[in-house]
């Protein structure tokens, strides 16, 4: 059920109900700014992840500054993002069912809709649903390219499938999907940059054996956040799939640049707003954000600008912070920012993004694909 709105404009940050997803727009549209700035010039373009923000209202604002489209994870998610006006987007993951692809079929008539395969069956499967709906849809083959997950073999096995591909009535070869994401969190700068050095030959390979067999590749997509400066200066990649770069979170800031700043310089922007609920006992403080609020798998939240803070624990409605006890912690009633690990997860927590800047709060924005997993 959809939540009523946590604030309206021009509430203080102060009385924002929480927990609620806060974006602080200035440090946002600055790593919009930052992302364009850092592509022009070297011959790829961004395709933002969408399963980042999942929000048509953020694709439109990475699009005027830029971006060739959007991709997703999610057929669900596409469809949103459709119906939102986004004219490019790619489900950069395989889609199976049946019904699914009818779904993503259907949405070739109201935008450039593109997916991915590694398996022959799944073309096959592909090439039913766009017969069956009378259009042409764009398939690209994706390579394993070092995460291990999905993804073809480069080399022959993916100029086979791509083969497939040309050769189906209702379908054609977008290019090659080559996301290295077990490399996005590496810490040290120049492991991050051999591990895509790795991938980018294998891609290079691909390709000259698809030329090989007169197919072109308009398409060479991945990277992210961790790492698209390396894809971006290989010469090889054409698209740049970052997401995260628009929030950041706790985890990515640990990823360090050759100066030892976090990667690339990218601003915290995203944070779950809690509340102060108890604080009772000398060196400890509970806030109203838990597992509920905020993910957690890439590791606990951590308390902006507020270092003497440490959250330390959550169950489901509670986050325990931490501090010395000689000390004066935290009031009752108290908001403070938490800087989740993993911003992705922790938007799909909520319904609202709180757009603040200078204190105020200055628009409400819907996570309009929130909870999108068909």
Same mark, same amino acid.
């Given at each position: 059920? $959809? &939540?009523?709105?946590?604030?309206?404009?021009?509430?203080?940050?102060?009385?924002?109900?929480?927990?609620?997803?806060?974006?602080?727009?200035?440090?946002?549209?600055?790593? =919009?700014?930052?992302?364009?700035?850092?592509?022009?010039?070297?011959?790829?373009?961004? /395709?933002?992840?969408?399963?980042?923000?999942?929000?048509?209202?953020i694709a439109h604002q990475q699009i005027a500054r830029g971006a060739v489209g959007q991709c997703v994870q999610k057929?669900?998610?596409?469809?949103?993002?459709?119906?939102?006006?986004?004219?490019?987007?790619?489900?950069?993951?395989?889609?199976?069912?049946?019904?699914?692809?009818?779904?993503? %079929?259907?949405?070739?008539?109201? +935008? /450039?809709?593109?997916?991915?395969?590694?398996?022959?069956?799944?073309?096959?499967?592909?090439?039913?649903?766009?017969?069956?709906?009378?259009?042409?849809?764009?398939? =690209?083959?994706?390579?394993?390219?070092?995460?291990? !997950?999905?993804?073809?073999?480069?080399?022959?096995?993916?100029?086979? $499938?791509?083969? !497939?591909?040309?050769?189906?009535?209702?379908?054609?070869?977008?290019? =090659? &999907?080559? @996301?290295?994401?077990?490399?996005?969190?590496?810490?040290? !700068?120049?492991?991050?940059?051999?591990?895509?050095?790795?991938?980018?030959?294998?891609? /290079?390979?691909?390709?000259?054996?698809?030329?090989?067999?007169?197919?072109?590749?308009?398409?060479?997509?991945?990277?992210? +956040?961790?790492?698209?400066?390396?894809?971006?200066?290989?010469?090889? @990649? +054409?698209?740049? &799939?970052?997401?995260?770069?628009?929030?950041?979170?706790?985890?990515?800031?640990?990823?360090?640049?050759?100066? *030892?700043?976090?990667?690339?310089?990218?601003?915290?922007?995203?944070?779950?707003?809690?509340?102060?609920?108890?604080?009772?006992?000398?060196?400890?403080?509970?806030?109203? %954000?838990?597992?509920? %609020?905020?993910?957690?798998?890439s590791g606990l939240p951590t308390i902006w600008q507020r270092p003497e803070l440490r959250y330390t624990g959550a169950?489901?409605?509670?986050?325990?912070?931490?501090?010395?006890? %000689?000390?004066?912690?935290?009031? $009752?009633?108290?908001?403070?920012?938490?800087?989740?690990?993993?911003?992705?997860?922790?938007?799909? /927590?909520?319904?609202?993004?709180?757009?603040?800047? *200078? *204190?105020?709060?200055?628009?409400?924005?819907?996570?309009?694909?929130?909870?999108?997993?068909?």
């Amino acid at each position: 059920m $959809l &939540q009523p709105p946590p604030a309206r404009p021009g509430m203080h940050e102060s009385e924002i109900d929480t927990p609620a997803l806060l974006l602080d727009l200035d440090a946002f549209e600055a790593n =919009l700014d930052r992302m364009a700035a850092h592509l022009a010039g070297t011959g790829a373009k961004l /395709r933002a992840h969408a399963k980042t923000h999942k929000s048509p209202v953020i694709a439109h604002q990475q699009i005027a500054r830029g971006a060739v489209g959007q991709c997703v994870q999610k057929v669900a998610e596409a469809e949103i993002l459709a119906w939102g006006g986004v004219a490019d987007i790619l489900v950069s993951n395989q889609v199976v069912d049946p019904a699914k692809l009818a779904r993503l %079929a259907a949405l070739a008539r109201i +935008t /450039r809709i593109a997916v991915c395969a590694d398996d022959a069956a799944q073309i096959d499967a592909m090439e039913a649903a766009a017969s069956e709906a009378g259009i042409v849809l764009s398939v =690209l083959v994706e390579i394993d390219v070092g995460m291990s !997950r999905c993804g073809v073999a480069p080399g022959s096995a993916a100029v086979e $499938l791509a083969q !497939r591909i040309e050769a189906s009535p209702h379908l054609r070869f977008g290019g =090659l &999907q080559a @996301y290295h994401g077990s490399a996005q969190h590496i810490r040290k !700068r120049e492991d991050r940059r051999a591990a895509i050095s790795a991938a980018a030959e294998s891609c /290079r390979r691909t390709v000259d054996m698809l030329r090989q067999q007169g197919i072109a590749c308009p398409i060479i997509g991945g990277a992210g +956040t961790g790492t698209f400066e390396f894809e971006a200066e290989s010469g090889v @990649y +054409t698209e740049i &799939q970052a997401g995260s770069y628009c929030f950041m979170d706790a985890d990515y800031a640990r990823n360090l640049d050759a100066a *030892g700043r976090p990667v690339s310089g990218f601003a915290h922007a995203l944070f779950v707003l809690a509340g102060v609920m108890s604080a009772v006992r000398p060196g400890l403080a509970v806030v109203d %954000a838990g597992h509920k %609020a905020v993910a957690v798998d890439s590791g606990l939240p951590t308390i902006w600008q507020r270092p003497e803070l440490r959250y330390t624990g959550a169950s489901d409605e509670h986050g325990k912070l931490e501090f010395d006890p %000689a000390i004066a912690g935290p009031k $009752l009633g108290e908001k403070l920012r938490l800087v989740p690990g993993h911003c992705d997860p922790t938007v799909d /927590r909520y319904d609202w993004y709180v757009g603040v800047r *200078g *204190g105020r709060v200055e628009c409400l924005w819907p996570v309009a694909a929130r909870g999108g997993l068909s």
